[in-house]
């Protein structure tokens, strides 16, 4: 095997990042990637030419993927070093809307602790939407992508009352999927995708996408074979569910949230699950030194290190008690919290960062501090204002407006007087209302078209067929529970489903 043909420049930081990882990780986790890289050698489909190989790392900017990427970096310098050759790295980060820029300077930190940007055999690519750019970290938010993830967390907030999972990160895993297609048919293609799944976690995750896609999109057939064939049936799934988001006859907007599945036949994946542990405690050192890992007040929140909307999720908790229940913000808070301190612990997460994030929201001032923060957050990523918000808790316009007069009672008095004719307005019965519209776009952040949509569209937990598309997405997912509420000031304590992350 020949020599890969390298300035002495690059070999010598190829060598420099090396000695870094070899103080920096754990030597239990070097040898680990010892053994992974052995059985990853052997997984590489051009044998003969190592360097043709390319191997792609989803890099979220996480706590997860980023001792994912110091660990496949890892096993590609011990087998340059062990065979003086070794195989081509490709790192894609898919950004939304709700990566604050804090993730983005986590990405930078580490691509340059682990000497990726100067490496002609690293390539590190920023996925937004369908677009494929080098990665920058001063590269600023796509307006497009910003306002599709605006749109689709609004249509879907309007009929679930703003629960945290389906209203942030429904449509968000779907465009995630769609950046693996994306990234991994960039170019001539990538080879292999290092994935921390074990074979049966892939096998469990392939059957669910074959039940959900019966489910939201019969008639249609995926194609391809292999991933391609995988993500052919995710695209399904998309077009059904955002059919059901957005209305059938919004085509263009389904269109451009459609997966991504022409990917090389060659393509497969490839599970380091085996050979190392992703308990971060057991590297946090690794993270928070050598790679330069921050935990930021806002990207991260709760189970997430890599966004923001989980702040958004407790906000819109503690707007839904206030406003809808009539009850205090600070009990609403409390509530997500002590919901999402669960989900933490259930996930392993090391005792420091479960008190670091009890402590953000313990006492009035934290409480006062963090509702600040994620006004501001919500305004500035999404330009939603607090009393657009507080519009979608109540989510008054679907279901024919079922919760309509309570909206109006508790929020918006002068305009209760008004009930019938927005009821017209939203059936498409009332002709000319230019001010009555105007005033019900802004209070919401919708068109009216999107308006009458949500009027045709079922409230999730109505007992109706038509939410489906939203409760099938849910089905077996473990970032729910039921929680003890109340469901006004001085009512009685009931159970409530509430979903986040």
Known sequence: MAVTDVTPGVAQLREEAFQDLLEAMPAANMAAAQRCGTRLRAALPYQDEWERNLVMVAYGGGKDSSYTLAFVRTMQLLLLREHGSTFRLRVATNRHAGMPRAVLENIDREYRALRLPADPDCELLLIDGDEVSIFDVDTPQREAVVNRNRLDILMTGHRTYADGRPTFCNACNLSVVNSFG?????????????????????????????????????????????????????????????????????????????????????????????????????????????????FDDIAFSFTESDCGNPALMVHLRGLKCERVYQRSYAEGMQEY?????????????????????????????????????????????????????????YSPFADKGAGLGQFLAQEHPALA?????????????LAEAEQLTAELERISALTLAQLRVLYRSSLRGSGSEATGAIDAVLVGDPHKALIRTRFSKQGPEALEQISGR
């Open 182 to 294: 994306v990234a991994a048919s960039y170019g001539t293609g990538a080879d292999l995708i290092i994935t921390g799944d074990s074979q049966q976690e892939q096998r469990q995750y392939t059957l669910w996408v074959g039940r959900l896609a019966r489910r939201l999109n019969p008639t249609r057939k995926p194609t391809g074979t292999g991933l391609g064939r995988l993500l052919s049936t995710v695209d399904g799934i998309a077009q059904g569910y955002f059919a059901d988001i957005h209305g059938a006859e919004s085509v263009d907007t389904i269109a451009e949230r459609r997966v991504t599945h022409d990917v090389p036949e060659r393509l497969r994946f490839f599970s380091i699950y085996d050979d190392t542990e992703y308990a971060s405690g057991d590297h946090m050192e690794l993270l928070t030194g050598f790679l330069g890992f921050q």
């Open 337 to 393: 919290v002590d919901f999402a301190l669960g989900l933490m612990r259930s996930k392993d997460f090391p005792p420091q960062l479960i008190e670091q994030m009890q402590a953000r929201y313990a006492g009035a001032d934290a409480t006062a501090q963090m509702r600040r923060a994620a006004e501001e957050y919500a305004w500035q990523t999404f330009a939603l204002t607090e009393e657009q918000l507080v519009c979608m808790v």
């Open 417 to 429: 007087d008004r009930f019938d004719d927005i009821q017209q307005l939203l059936a498409d019965e």
